[in-house]
């Protein structure tokens, strides 16, 4: 059983910048693909970007390309998301999730794909 714990949210104002960060207990993400989703209040998750750990092929929704960047660290087997240009309409509960599939090579961008889900960490973006 994988457990995430997510980590980093805060308040930002417009423009600025946050790294969240997803850590995995029991496990090491060496064989998982690992996406960051939000949400919103009344809304459905959507999907933010995701990372295959053995090849760290990454995808991204098209309203954060060019402003997230999702990466790894082995030593520290940690995923981040690093936001930066940040905007009000990012605000959102921020969730990562996981999903083993150690011998494919393509990327989920569906939530209904991933298998562990953590509590979410809320990031709040002031105008």
């Known amino acids: 059983q994988v457990q995430l714990v997510e980590s980093g949210g805060g308040l930002v104002q417009a423009g600025g910048s946050l790294r969240l960060s997803c850590a995995a207990s029991?496990?090491?993400?060496?064989?998982?693909?690992v996406g960051w989703f939000r949400q919103t209040p009344g809304k459905e998750r959507e999907f933010v970007a995701a990372i295959r750990w053995s090849r760290s092929n990454t995808v991204y929704a098209d309203s954060v390309k060019g402003r997230f960047t999702i990466s790894r660290d082995n030593a520290k087997n940690l995923v981040y998301l690093q936001m930066s240009s940040l905007k009000p309409e990012d605000t959102a509960a921020y969730h990562c999730?996981?999903?083993?599939?150690?011998?494919?090579?393509?990327?989920?961008?569906?939530?209904?794909?991933?298998?562990?889900w953590g509590q979410g960490t809320q990031v709040t973006v002031s105008s």
């Open positions: 999730a996981a999903r083993l599939d150690p011998n494919g090579s393509r990327l989920y961008v569906v939530q209904g794909s991933y298998n562990y």
């Open positions: 029991g496990r090491t993400f060496s064989n998982y693909i």
